[in-house]
């Protein structure tokens, strides 16, 4: 028996071994790194902006969303450094980022707008209309499928956008359920979570054939249902908006297996999967959330705690080992004082590598460098401390917000954020 339960014990492990988990934390504005297979958690990987939301990796670079300062973050997965801030629109307030190929798209949830982003350059090609408030999209066969929630007039005029990506332009519009929050492509169709009014109306999960742009099936889940997550085994796993269940159903036959009256727990907010495992992340309200691990038979493998007010999980592709995403970096204990500030603050930092100067660089929330201090020569014996006092490269006053500062030596960079308060 003892025998038997050592084996399993290796096989679950085995499972884990490679993956790398990145997880939002909105509460705590950071970016947590899960190593599965050392068990190693960083909930401060990289310093977010304002409500950070959902993300998508590369096998290169995370892409967060900050909704309160209308961006994106391009953020380093091997070292954590922010490369830049990508700025979308004044009160954009984006929600969601897919990515295909050299091009994100972006939805701006409180203008009703679709973003075409080059990632080559960083910037913002071109833009679209779509339907109200815009929120998870999904890509199949050159189209991009784009739910609109309309919750800022009570969700009246719930549909999905279809768009086609070579003139990005609106090919059609397909009503749906309420509050058409997550998508995503599933043995070639679109399933569409429909969350319902968090009151009285409830969660509905909508299939759409993209060849003819209809909703082929409607599931009755119930509750409110979240993202999806699907297992090799044809299950999809739903996770739910109150964070206390999980739904499921067969991607296949579309025969539900659990529903709000008989849920999986224990629960989250959002999933995602593998090859091997299924991880659900959830918490309470003011609290570190945690991510679950499970393996496909539901059997619970670990649980690890990040940060507060989780809104957001992807799993590295599976085949790169967490060797592969980590490499060593120095912690140059960068940080300022005050923060906010104004009008003064002070950078400080140590640095131990072998490198006589090093630069500091500020940045704004659209990612413009507005003052450098370069070939700083540093005493490794000693902390080392910077005075900005706001200006830029013209001693001319910046504005209040959001900056980013930066210190590179030789090789490594590290990246903090700082607000400036007038």
């Given at each position: 028996?003892?025998?038997?339960?050592?084996?399993?014990?290796?096989?679950?492990?085995?499972?884990?071994?490679?993956?790398?988990?990145?997880?939002?934390?909105?509460?705590?504005?950071?970016?947590?790194?899960?190593?599965?297979?050392?068990?190693?958690?960083?909930?401060?990987?990289?310093?977010?902006?304002?409500?950070?939301?959902?993300?998508?990796?590369?096998?290169?670079?995370?892409?967060?969303?900050?909704?309160?300062?209308?961006?994106?973050?391009?953020?380093?997965?091997?070292?954590?450094?922010?490369?830049?801030?990508?700025?979308?629109?004044?009160?954009?307030?984006?929600?969601?980022?897919?990515?295909?190929?050299?091009?994100?798209?972006?939805?701006?949830?409180?203008?009703?707008?679709?973003?075409?982003?080059?990632?080559?350059?960083?910037?913002?090609?071109?833009?679209?209309?779509?339907?109200?408030?815009?929120?998870?999209?999904?890509?199949?066969?050159?189209?991009?499928?784009?739910?609109?929630?309309?919750?800022?007039?009570?969700?009246?005029?719930?549909?999905?956008?279809?768009?086609?990506?070579?003139?990005?332009?609106?090919?059609?519009?397909?009503?749906?359920?309420?509050?058409?929050?997550?998508?995503?492509?599933?043995?070639?169709?679109?399933?569409?979570?429909?969350?319902?009014?968090?009151?009285?109306?409830?969660?509905?999960?909508?299939?759409?054939?993209?060849?003819?742009?209809?909703?082929?099936?409607?599931?009755?889940?119930?509750?409110?249902?979240?993202?999806?997550?699907?297992?090799?085994?044809?299950?999809?796993?739903?996770?739910?908006?109150?964070?206390?269940?999980?739904?499921?159903?067969?991607?296949?036959?579309?025969?539900?297996?659990?529903?709000?009256?008989?849920?999986?727990?224990?629960?989250?907010?959002?999933?995602?999967?593998?090859?091997?495992?299924?991880?659900?992340?959830?918490?309470?309200?003011?609290q570190n959330f945690t991510v679950k691990v499970f393996d496909i038979n539901e059997n619970l493998l670990d649980e690890y705690t990040v940060g507060m007010y989780a809104t957001d999980i992807k799993i590295v592709t599976e085949g790169v080992s967490a060797d592969d995403e980590l490499l060593p970096t120095p912690d140059y204990n960068l940080t300022n004082y005050p923060n906010p500030f104004n009008p003064l603050t002070t950078i400080t930092?140590?640095?131990?590598?072998?490198?006589?100067?090093?630069?500091?660089?500020?940045?704004?929330?659209?990612?413009?460098?507005?003052?450098?201090?370069?070939?700083?020569?540093?005493?490794?014996?000693?902390?080392?401390?910077?005075?900005?006092?706001?200006?830029?490269?013209?001693?001319?006053?910046?504005?209040?917000?959001?900056?980013?500062?930066?210190?590179?030596?030789?090789?490594?960079e590290q990246t903090k954020k700082m607000i400036l308060i007038k």
């Open positions: 028996m003892k025998k038997s339960l050592v084996i399993l014990v290796m096989l679950a492990a085995l499972n884990l071994w490679g993956a790398v988990g990145f997880v939002v934390n909105s509460g705590s504005e950071t970016l947590s790194r899960i190593d599965f297979e050392t068990g190693e958690v960083n909930n401060v990987f990289c310093v977010l902006g304002s409500m950070p939301n959902r993300m998508e990796l590369t096998s290169e670079f995370a892409y967060i969303i900050n909704s309160g300062d209308n961006s994106i973050q391009k953020i380093d997965i091997n070292t954590g450094n922010t490369i830049t801030d990508i700025y979308i629109e004044n009160s954009s307030n984006p929600y969601d980022i897919v990515i295909d190929e050299d091009y994100a798209y972006i939805t701006g949830g409180m203008i009703n707008k679709v973003y075409k982003i080059d990632l080559n350059t960083d910037s913002v090609e071109s833009s679209i209309s779509v339907g109200g408030n815009p929120a998870g999209m999904a890509i199949l066969d050159g189209k991009l499928f784009v739910g609109n929630t309309d919750y800022g007039t009570g969700y009246s005029n719930c549909s999905v956008s279809v768009v086609d990506l070579e003139t990005f332009s609106v090919e059609a519009t397909i009503p749906t359920e309420v509050n058409p929050q997550f998508l995503k492509t599933i043995n070639g169709n679109i399933h569409v979570s429909c969350g319902g009014n968090w009151v009285d109306i409830f969660g509905k999960i909508c299939i759409i054939d993209p060849a003819s742009n209809t909703i082929m099936s409607t599931l009755d889940i119930g509750g409110v249902t979240s993202n999806f997550a699907l297992m090799p085994n044809n299950t999809v796993y739903v996770a739910d908006g109150f964070g206390t269940s999980l739904y499921a159903y067969d991607a296949e036959t579309f025969e539900i297996i659990y529903d709000s009256s008989n849920p999986f727990t224990p629960g989250g907010t959002m999933v995602d999967s593998n090859s091997e495992n299924l991880f659900v992340l959830g918490g309470e309200w003011g930092f140590s640095v131990t590598q072998n490198s006589d100067f090093v630069t500091l660089d500020i940045y704004n929330i659209k990612g413009q460098k507005v003052k450098t201090f370069p070939n700083l020569q540093i005493n490794k014996s000693s902390n080392q401390q910077i005075l900005w006092n706001g200006t830029d490269e013209n001693n001319r006053r910046v504005s209040s917000g959001v900056y980013f500062y930066k210190l590179k030596s030789g090789s490594f």
